[in-house]
C-alpha cells in the first residue's frame, strides 16, 4: 500500500503530504532543468508557461531568464500548486508569477498568448499526448516554442533501470525518434532533440509555425 502511495504522489502530488514531494522535485530536477535551459533562448519580455510546474524551481528560473516577462504555471495536483506558489511567493505578489490548478488537456489561456512553454518531467502522465501537445501548440504565438524535458527515454543508457519503474507508474515513454515524430504530428516545426547520454537526459524542442 505504502508503495501505491508513492508512486500516486510521484503523479499527482495531494495538498498534504503532496506538497513535500513538490518540494523535494525541485531539487531533484535541478541539474536536469539547468541542463535543458541552456538550449534555448528565452527573451527578457518574454511570457511563459511551464506546464506541470511541480515545486516550482522551473518557473523560477525562467523568471531570472526574462526579468521583464510573466511566468505561468499550472498543474493538475493542488500540492504542487501550492508548494509552486510557495516557492514562488515573492514573485507571486509581485504579479510576475501566476500558478494556477488546470489540465494540460484544456488550458485556461487565449489563442497565442506565450512566448514559450516548458514541460520538465511531466508529459509521461499526460491524458492524451498528441492532443496535449496540440492544446500546447494553440496557447503558443507564432515562432513560440516548446521545450518537453524528460530523464527517463526509450533507448537511454539508463533505460534498463529506469524503464520497468516508469511502466509501473503507468507512464508514457518515448524515444528521440518518438519525440521528433510527435512534435511534428502535433503541428510544431524546426525540431531539435538533445540528449545527455551518460545521464540519461532529453530535451526536445518545436517551433510552432
Known sequence: M?????????????????????????????????????????????????VGCGGGRTLSRLAAMAPDGRMYGIDYAKGSVA??????????????????????????????KFDVATAVETQYYWPSVENDMREILRVLKPGGRLMIVAESYKGAQNDWLLGPVMKLLGSSRLSVDDQRALFLAAGFREVEVFEERKRGWLCAIGKKP
Open 2 to 50: 505504502a508503495a501505491v502511495y508513492l508512486g500516486g504522489q510521484v503523479k499527482k502530488p495531494d495538498r498534504f503530504a503532496g506538497r513535500l514531494f513538490a518540494g523535494l522535485m525541485n531539487g531533484s530536477h535541478a541539474l536536469l532543468t539547468d541542463w535543458a535551459l541552456t538550449h534555448i533562448e528565452i527573451a527578457a519580455d518574454a511570457i511563459a508557461l511551464d
Open 83 to 112: 508548494q509552486s506558489r510557495a516557492h514562488n511567493r515573492k514573485l507571486v505578489k509581485a504579479g510576475k508569477v501566476v500558478v494556477e490548478n488546470a489540465s494540460v488537456s484544456q488550458l485556461p489561456f487565449e489563442d497565442g
